[in-house]
């Protein structure tokens, strides 16, 4: 047990809005050991980045987060004030952000930026802040870092920027990290790269990470576990493998039909989509959350609980249908 | 930097040199300066021989040169009216003008940056009220009317504080407060709106993602970024206040600037108007250059541009 970094149950998020609670997090249990990749994957608005924000205590005012558990390092941050998460925050637990774009303060050289994220947490040591700066702009592949300390953001391209954002998330050697899309502004061509990076600094610091995207090929190629997102529950989750060769959740089953495989996927074929909008998050919803959208809706399914199914491995999935009938349907033609 | 710097420069000079020019024809075209001088009961011949004395017979161009280089070392000529040296009478009142200028702009930078900021960080909170309620007012409030008000409450009736001349810091501080307090509620609300702008934005999020302690978030990451707009704003101000105001002076009986410039304007004194209207130009050049430069550091965005 003293490889986990992460440990979470029952993490809720609810926000008062007008129409009543607004609950975007209903009730997600994970874990993340050290050196792992958890991926959390889902469509815009499952949750998945206000979960991020929630773990970092970066959650807006409005937001109430609450839970069974919620320990970092073997700490329970659930009573914590906004003194000691700042005290954890980019030293223990850092986050990259989505919008490389933007998320440097166009005022100040990346260099004040960088070492302002070290000396916050080992105060007056500006010469090695400095030192590691410079280190770690080589590590995320920037060319003569030393004279980069001294340029503006907006000197520098979007990819670059997400290299700085990522040696600022690592100044102080984080035990975890937690990357919110982190390539979805970029490029393709530079989100590979990108991708790649994260992971080989993830494996060379032997952090845990989390990832959150809606990117299954991204996933495929880091993941070690997955986490299916939907509507604020985890509907599944898993090693990676095992939840790409055997996915049990309907809604998982068709993430995955929307990504084209070569070699699979014929030329001119029509790729798969899934019908209809997520449901509206305010107030209690009984039952299933996906049912409105499921080809296997049954009337069962306004009955379904919290309780997931098990398989082996860590593999588990919350639906009403049992593992033979979920085997005997997926190798049956599916609809259009 | 340095490029935007004599860039930005060389534009103020050509501003200035524009701005002397429409300053020395204006009043030419305004009136026959001869004719003023003369008076109204002055023969054609009288006339002529002022005309002849002060060179209004020459050409325009002529006039203006000699005007211009002898307005540059600080020679405007003598006043129609007072027959004295036109710098020596901006010289004695100056000072004066300066002094609440130079109060007012701070005394309204002093309240409106921190209630601005203030309020943007609990955005329609009881503070937030508060502030926009004294900002209404102060809209809408007629100078000479609250520079009244003092003067009964504080002057009159608690007798706190002088009401008129300027000759100690006491005699001041009414006319601070009136002349402060009406570019307050615009600075102020600039403020607000900048930081409440600039806290929801990325880098803010990125501060704090760092740990950083809330109030480095506010005064390094924000208001720094927020600042940028209130920079101009003020500027203008400053050089508005610069101008003198002829009804904060008249009411206090500050003989600065601009109860100056309403006096030679009643008489038509030319040499008079023309100085102080060239001086407070260059004010305001050199007011915008310098806003213009402090923004360049603030943001260093924008010298690229």
Not at chain 2, 209 to 228: D, M, Q
Request: hydrophobic share 45%; with cysteine.
């Amino acid at each position: 047990m003293s490889s986990t970094v992460l440990e979470v149950h029952n993490l809720r998020i609810e926000i008062p809005v007008a129409a009543g609670l607004l609950q975007p997090v209903r009730g997600i249990s994970f874990g993340v050991d050290k050196g792992e990749t958890l991926c959390i994957v889902g469509e815009s608005g499952c949750g998945k980045s206000l979960t991020s924000l929630a773990l970092m205590g970066l959650l807006p005012k409005a937001a109430v987060r609450s839970a069974d558990r919620l320990e970092f390092r073997g700490r329970d941050l659930r009573g914590l004030g906004e003194r000691q998460m700042s005290d954890i925050r980019g030293a223990s637990m850092s986050m990259i952000f989505q919008e490389p774009m933007t998320s440097l303060n166009p005022a100040y050289t990346i260099g004040n930026q960088l070492e302002e994220a070290y000396l916050r947490h080992h105060r007056g040591k500006r010469a090695e802040a400095r030192d590691r700066a410079i280190y770690l702009l080589e590590k995320v592949g920037i060319s003569a870092a030393a004279s980069r300390l001294k340029q503006y953001p907006h000197q520098l391209s979007g990819g670059l920027r997400q290299r700085v954002m990522i040696a600022m998330a690592l100044m102080c050697g984080p035990e975890l990290i937690i990357a919110d899309e982190p390539t979805t502004a970029l490029d393709v061509t530079i989100q590979a790269q990108i991708l790649h990076l994260l992971a080989d600094l993830q494996r060379e610091f032997e952090m845990g990470m989390i990832l959150i995207t809606h990117d299954l090929g991204i996933v495929a190629r880091v993941a070690d576990k997955v986490a299916v997102m939907y509507a604020g529950k985890i509907v599944e989750e898993g090693p990676c493998e095992r939840v790409f060769e055997n996915p049990m959740h309907p809604y998982t089953q068709g993430l995955l039909r929307c990504i084209p495989v070569p070699g699979k996927t014929r030329r001119g074929e029509h790729l798969g989509s899934i019908p209809g909008l997520v449901p509206n998050l305010v107030g209690d919803i009984r039952g299933c959350m996906f049912r409105n959208r499921c080809p296997h809706a049954v009337d069962a399914c306004l009955e379904l609980g919290d309780t997931a199914v098990s398989l082996d491995g860590g593999h588990a999935y919350t639906c009403v249908r049992d593992v033979e009938t979920i085997r005997a349907s997926s190798s049956e033609p599916q609809p259009a | 930097m340095l490029a935007y710097t004599l860039k930005r420069s060389l534009v103020a000079l050509m501003i200035l040199i524009v701005v002397s020019a429409l300053t020395f024809s204006l009043s030419h075209l305004a009136t026959d300066p001869a004719l003023t001088i003369a008076g109204e009961n002055a023969n054609q011949e009288d006339i002529e021989a002022i005309r002849k004395m002060y060179g209004f017979d020459r050409p325009v161009h002529v006039q203006y040169i000699s005007w211009a280089t002898r307005a540059l070392a600080g020679d405007f000529g003598v006043s129609y009216h007072y027959r004295e040296p036109v710098s020596d009478m901006i010289a004695g009142r100056i000072g004066t003008t300066m002094t609440l200028g130079c109060s007012a702009i701070l005394f309204a930078l002093i309240i409106s940056i921190p209630l601005g900021t203030v309020a943007a960080i609990r955005p329609n909170s009881f503070i937030d009220r508060v502030a926009l309620f004294f900002a209404v007012i102060g809209q809408a409030l007629p100078t000479f009317w609250f520079a009244l008000m003092m003067i009964i409450v504080l002057g009159v009736w608690w007798r706190w504080l002088p009401i008129s001349g300027n000759t100690s810091w006491q005699h001041f501080v009414m006319p601070t407060i009136a002349l402060g307090y009406y570019a307050t509620p615009a600075l102020m609300r600039l403020t607000r709106a900048g930081m409440i702008e600039v806290l929801a934005s990325d880098y803010i999020r990125t501060a704090r993602a760092k740990g950083l302690r809330p109030w480095k978030v506010l005064f390094k990451h924000a208001l720094r970024n927020a600042i940028i707009p209130v920079v101009s704003l003020a500027a203008v101000w400053f050089g508005f206040m610069l101008g003198g105001s002829i009804v904060i002076e008249t009411i206090f009986n500050l003989k600065g600037i601009g109860w100056l410039s309403y006096d030679a304007l009643l008489r038509s004194d030319l040499p008079v108007v023309q100085a102080i209207v060239l001086i407070f130009a260059s004010f305001y050049v050199v007011l915008t250059l310098v806003a213009d430069l402090l923004n360049a550091y603030l943001d260093p965005r924008i010298s690229v541009r």
